[in-house]
């Protein structure tokens, strides 16, 4: 059994008036993929916004109960953001490269946090990133074309890159694959399986098959409220909850 | 309706819309055509001016000057005797009358050119040198052919005996037109041929920078104030709300807040650019603030959160992200501001820059002139040398706007980024 990297109680988050998501108690191991899975609107991403408290960017988004990372609440107001995010990293639904260089949309993120002080620790951790993302063959030779320039599997993989350039604990990666084809979705998921052994991943999406493939641990919500969770084997064969059967039997959703 | 007759009119309509949008186009710009031909059918005249080609004789005993006289020396000489007497030499008079009138063939400058031609070359004391001196506003106009000769003489500016002199040198190709150097380096002047935009532009061009001083770094840190980190509340709507409202409130009403507040209250000085720059500071505001949140509003919020999410803070995610990527769209509307501000006049006249002013400005806090208010100022005169420079203000006026447009679709097209 794995060791319990973050783990929410009673997590409540509100829009205004709308509740979006009710009483969630969830824990994510270290180094195992979570998926998280269930129909639209059902408050998977806001879960994982609350993670990297991407929800503070909402005014009128108010959370109550715990999240506990290495059981330290994020919460915390002696916690800077900064720190926290720079632990949580964050990969989109739409591939969202700076409109820079490729080399600048990796170094961006180090050199803010002041993580390579010469451009030859900057290189290196650029392409170190860029490796890890299985893109530095691709790239390499073009380091300074901008990165809005690649193609949409490509920006995908760059921003994972961009992710991971900062070191952090843990991934939470958003639909990462609906925008793209097949074959730069395959690639991905493949991608997830190697990082999977360095960071802690949380991954919301669509498809019941990449939740299947990629996963260890799946999540079900439903209106907001955290129906199962389990070992994605017993989710998938073998649910405790109706709820559950009938969504990935496809008969809702 | 079959289903023929129904495409049929639908291709009809589309045709009828093609044309009506194809006429409006049309007559847009026969409007823009009418207005510049008008304009330049009588302003290009003005970039010329007729000068009269005149031996002066430098006498020494009229002048009273030695060799070698120093510069102070020969400012204190008095050309007037000289200027005179090589004048009257042009064309044999008869009583003073006939003197008078053929004096008056040349600019009221006449004595001022002559001393300062020789200022230039004193060594040209005890000679005779053949000078252009610039005629009189009346002979520029009857020789560019504004001035219609078959009118009975007392309907005429020109007398019967001038129209002979100025035939004679016509004759003698003695009297020709060359480019126009006062139109450019002279303040204003009763007289037509001496009046020139020199002041106006440097007045206009000095009233443009304070306004661009004060005017773009207070927008800017407001519009990304305002977009970025303000909370969105009632507060910062009826803010938002305002700022449009002023960004439509008629000129003049700046102007009559400046004449209230600067003038009377403060005593800054009237018609300076100084406290034209602040007017026009005050009405350009909003108009950059507008485009300036627009440019901030179009940059994606996933570039914001792409920054957020690697650990920037929100200071961090504006200025190294969204600040440059909205800075095409800030600079052209920055620079569409001024092109309107450059031609704004109603405040100007309302402090005081309608004031009549001969010296070019030496710094923003001398009175001066600007462009919008000279062509105004000029307007109102009669003499035909004035419309014609009326008109040439504007040219000049018009092309400082086009290319200050040209260059804001420049900068918006060439480095703005598109988003799909």
């Not at chain 2, 519009?223 to 980190?229: A, K, P, T």
């Not at chain 2, 005081?352 to 400005?361: E, L, Q, R, T």
């Not at chain 2, 005169?381 to 420079?389: C, D, I, L, W, Y």
Request: glycine share 6%; proline share 4%.
């Amino acid at each position: 059994m794995k060791e319990i990297k973050i783990k929410s109680i009673n997590l409540n988050v509100f829009y205004g008036e709308k509740q979006a998501l009710f009483d969630v108690n969830l824990s994510l191991n270290e180094k195992e993929v979570t998926a998280l899975i269930g129909p639209s609107g059902c408050g998977k991403s806001t879960f994982i916004r609350c993670i990297n408290r991407m929800n503070d960017v909402i005014d009128i988004c108010k959370v109550t109960g715990t999240i506990e990372m290495d059981g330290f609440d994020i919460n915390d107001k002696n916690l800077d953001v900064v720190s926290l995010r720079e632990r949580v990293g964050m990969v989109f639904q739409k591939p969202n490269p700076f409109p820079k260089s490729i080399y600048d949309n990796i170094s961006y993120g180090p050199k803010i946090h002041g993580k390579g002080e010469s451009k030859s620790e900057l290189d290196f951790i650029v392409e170190k990133s860029l490796r890890k993302a299985a893109l530095w063959e691709e790239v390499k030779d073009r380091l300074d074309e901008p990165g809005t320039s690649l193609s949409g599997g490509q920006q995908q993989r760059l921003c994972i890159a961009r992710a991971i350039s900062v070191n952090p604990e843990v991934i939470l990666m958003d639909e990462p694959c609906s925008a793209l084809d097949p074959i730069a979705t395959a690639k991905i998921e493949e991608l997830i399986d190697e990082l999977k052994e360095t960071f802690t991943i949380v991954i919301v999406t669509h498809s019941m098959a990449q939740a299947v493939r990629v996963s260890q641990k799946t999540g079900f919500f439903h209106l907001g409220k955290l129906i199962e969770v389990g070992k994605t084997d017993k989710i998938f064969k073998n649910p405790d909850n109706k709820m559950t059967q009938d969504y990935i039997t496809g008969r809702f959703g | 309706m079959t289903k023929d007759k129904r495409l049929a009119k639908r291709h009809r309509s589309e045709k009828i819309f093609k044309f009506y949008g194809l006429l409006s186009i049309f007559i847009s710009l026969l409007f823009v055509l009418v207005l510049v031909n008008n304009i330049f059918s009588k302003g290009t005249s003005a970039f010329t001016k007729t000068v009269i080609e005149t031996e002066v004789f430098y006498n020494q005993d009229l002048l009273d000057l030695e060799y070698g006289a120093s510069k102070d020396e020969i400012l204190d000489a008095d050309f007037f005797d000289v200027t005179i007497e090589s004048l009257l030499l042009i064309y044999p008079t008869n009583g003073l009358d006939e003197e008078k009138q053929l004096i008056n063939l040349f600019s009221t400058d006449v004595e001022i050119e002559i001393k300062s031609k020789f200022l230039n070359n004193n060594d040209f004391i005890g000679k005779k040198v053949i000078i252009e001196l610039t005629a009189s506003d009346d002979i520029d106009q009857l020789h560019k052919g504004n001035y219609p000769r078959d009118l009975p003489e007392d309907r005429r500016r020109i007398s019967d005996f001038q129209l002979k002199i100025f035939d004679k040198l016509v004759e003698n190709g003695n009297i020709k037109k060359t480019f126009n150097n006062y139109f450019f380096t002279k303040g204003d002047s009763r007289d037509p041929e001496l009046a020139g935009i020199g002041g106006a532009l440097v007045g206009s061009f000095y009233s443009i920078l304070i306004c661009l001083l004060l005017s773009f770094p207070i927008a800017v840190l407001a519009s990304i104030y305002l977009e970025e980190f303000a909370p969105k509340n009632r507060i910062t709507d009826f803010i938002e709300i305002n700022i449009n409202n002023l960004a439509a409130v008629p000129s003049i009403v700046y102007g009559l807040l400046a004449l209230q507040i600067l003038l009377s209250t403060i005593h800054l000085p009237r018609s300076t650019p100084l406290v034209a720059g602040i007017t026009l500071a005050l009405m350009t505001l909003p108009r950059i603030i507008i485009p300036c949140r627009a440019s901030l509003k179009a940059v994606p919020p996933s570039i914001r959160e792409g920054a957020l999410a690697v650990g920037a803070s929100k200071f961090q995610s504006v200025f190294h992200h969204v600040v440059p990527l909205a800075l095409p769209g800030t600079l052209s509307g920055t620079i569409i501001g001024l092109a309107q501000a450059l031609g704004e006049t109603a405040p100007l006249i309302l402090i005081g820059m309608v004031a009549f002013v001969v010296d070019i400005p030496s710094s923003p806090i001398d009175p001066s002139a600007s462009l919008p208010v000279q062509v105004y100022l000029w307007s109102e005169s009669a003499e035909r040398g004035f419309v014609e420079k009326t008109s040439a203000t504007i040219m000049i006026l018009l092309s400082f706007l086009i290319v200050m447009n040209f260059l804001a679709v420049y900068l918006r097209q060439k480095f703005e980024k598109r988003w799909n």
